[in-house]
């Protein structure tokens, strides 16, 4: 007898479960999303336990006769697709025709649904994958799957699940992100007998998310709306001040179907350069709309992977569209409509680029860190002196610790600015302008070693900021450097650049920025620190550092009123 057998049918099942069932969520999921594609417009569900021990949703949608009842649980058994062609259109959300077989496999199943215009319904029961015999039920209309003991008798899988509260909490997640975009049906959630969500009919996103998230958080959130082609992007994104340390708060939409996608999530955080720290995630609520042509869905057993056919037009659409909204709330002159049109161009190709590198090599959840970068304050003394608070948009109140600089503007506001992170601003700013593109020779060259494994991509940023130099196979000889460093300024940001994994010109004028710009605990002569105010309220992203971090924080009468409780 040969060494090789095919596996009993039973067998067979519960290995095709593991491509879609690894956890209760999917089963909640799968379950709601058969619901959806019935025409459901009403959607309870319930789990207990973690979903392992209960998982049941019923819905109001066609429900199925007897004929079609047993074949919805035969493997490769679906309503969706009839030829070759309509798996590279996919416009519903199960498919696969292997969720109800791959959940028989591994569970104790219970179907029960009936046809509206039936007089009665049918039920059907699975235990571990052998199937009982069809019985009369007595339901309204639609669906009712009852799920219970995930993986009992499978002990080598029970045992990867993590803790009840974090299965509860995923299942939560997946229920919700579902809501969310189906905000024309009501849904109902209980976890261990007690209501968790309920959102109603034709309820908005923002009264669902205020369910989920932070209230502070959704009142400060702003609408997204683009359009590219035929993409559009349209929901809503955080103010940056609440940004925070993971991504658990950032939801992409792809033709209503919930995703996780690198490229999106590299050109969101793309969008929020600047003002946020590399390590801060914004939050968000994003929708993509792009003809099912253009867009694989069947990339991952579960549906939650895509991939597109053109990865440049949509990084580029959603990135302008998230761009151009914060835009118009924090700054003052948003970019021209042919700026925000050019500016991805920039960096569309590294983004791009680092982003398929990264893949390569295992991508990690943190995204491409385009820094912005950028003299001393440059102070006329008579200027200063003659100058009267009168004379000027705020009236500067003094200095704390010699770090902070108090400020309060025309219209009553309290402002806190941090003096290194304001600095920090303005020479990026004036780095960054051409005009101040000026050189100055040195007598004797600056000579730094180069690291072993060092490319030589720096070479152009250094040519862009006027470094003149000459390589050879382990040194670089520097002969010119920018008139605003001195040679030692200049050889100790050449040694930190080449020894770092940076190779773009914002990283090296933000290094130049923040070792030259003025330090915490710096004592400044109220003329200086006026000056240096003055010089801030002329950047055009002046709310935030090149590194991301709030340069000012606004206090208002009836804000102070509150904190005093008066």
């Not at 199960?94 to 009665?120: N, Q, W, Y």
């Not at 959102?199 to 369910?211: A, P, T």
């Not at 025309?410 to 600015?417: A, P, S, V, W």
Request: net charge neutral; hydrophobic share 35%.
């Amino acid at each position: 007898m040969g060494n090789i057998n095919i596996l009993p049918p039973n067998i067979q099942n519960m290995i095709a479960a593991g491509e879609v069932i690894e956890r209760p969520a999917n089963v909640l999921k799968e379950l709601i999303e058969n619901s959806l594609d019935a025409g459901a417009d009403e959607i309870f569900a319930e789990i207990e336990g973690g979903g392992q021990i209960l998982v049941l949703v019923q819905d109001n949608g066609s429900g199925m006769d007897k004929e079609d009842l047993l074949l919805a649980v035969k493997r490769h058994a679906t309503s969706k697709i009839r030829n070759r062609d309509d798996l590279f259109s996919i416009k519903s959300f199960g498919f696969r025709g292997e969720a109800l077989p791959s959940i028989g496999a591994v569970s104790h199943m219970k179907i029960c649904t009936k046809k509206e215009d039936a007089d009665f319904g049918y039920s059907l029961e699975i235990k571990y994958g052998k199937q009982g015999d069809l019985s009369i039920c007595a339901l309204n209309r639609g669906t009712k799957v009852e799920v219970r003991d995930l993986f009992l008798q499978i002990p080598a899988r029970l045992k990867f699940l993590k803790s009840t509260p974090v299965e509860s909490k995923r299942c939560e997640e997946v229920f919700y992100k579902i809501a969310l975009c189906h905000t024309d049906k009501k849904f109902h959630l209980k976890r261990d007998g007690k209501e968790r969500f309920k959102f109603s009919k034709d309820q908005d996103i923002i009264s669902r998310i205020k369910h989920i998230w932070p209230e502070e958080l959704v009142n400060n959130l702003q609408s997204v709306n683009y359009r590219i082609g035929d993409i559009s992007v349209s929901g809503y994104v955080c103010d940056p001040k609440y940004s925070q340390a993971r991504g658990d708060r950032i939801i992409f939409y792809v033709n209503n179907r919930p995703v996780k996608d690198r490229i999106l999530l590299k050109a969101l955080k793309q969008a929020y350069s600047g003002m946020i720290l590399s390590k801060e995630y914004p939050a968000g609520i994003l929708f993509l709309k792009i003809s099912p042509d253009f867009v694989d869905v069947n990339v991952h057993p579960a549906k939650i992977e895509v991939r597109f056919k053109d990865e440049s037009l949509v990084f580029s659409a959603l990135y302008r569209g998230v761009k151009s909204a914060i835009e118009k709330k924090y700054f003052e002159s948003p970019y021209p409509e042919e700026k925000i049109q050019d500016k991805p161009k920039k960096y569309l190709s590294q983004a791009l680029a680092e982003y398929r590198a990264e893949e390569k090599k295992g991508f990690g959840l943190d995204i491409l860190e385009k820094d912005y970068v950028v003299s001393h304050i440059d102070i006329s003394e008579k200027e200063t002196i003659e100058e009267s608070d009168e004379d000027t948009e705020f009236i500067y109140l003094g200095q704390i610790e010699d770090t902070y600089l108090i400020v309060k503007d025309r219209e009553g506001k309290l402002i806190i600015l941090d003096q290194h992170a304001v600095h920090e601003r303005i020479l990026y700013e004036r780095y960054s302008d051409k005009k101040f593109r000026s050189t100055q020779k040195l007598l004797i060259p600056i000579k730094v070693k180069l690291p072993e494994d060092r490319d030589k991509n720096f070479a152009n940023e250094l040519n862009h900021l006027g470094f003149e130099f000459a390589i050879n196979d382990d040194s670089i000889l520097i002969s010119t450097i920018p008139a605003y460093l001195t040679g030692p300024e200049a050889e100790e940001i050449i040694k930190e650049y080449i020894n770092s994994d940076k190779d773009n010109v914002d990283s090296l004028i933000k290094m130049i920025s923040c070792k030259k710009a003025i330090k915490a605990n710096t004592r400044l002569e109220r003329g200086e620190a006026k000056e240096l105010i003055k010089q801030w309220l002329r950047c055009k992203d002046k709310e935030f550092c090149p590194h991301g971090r709030p340069t000012s924080l606004y206090f208002s009468r009836k804000e102070l009123d509150r904190m005093f409780k008066r």
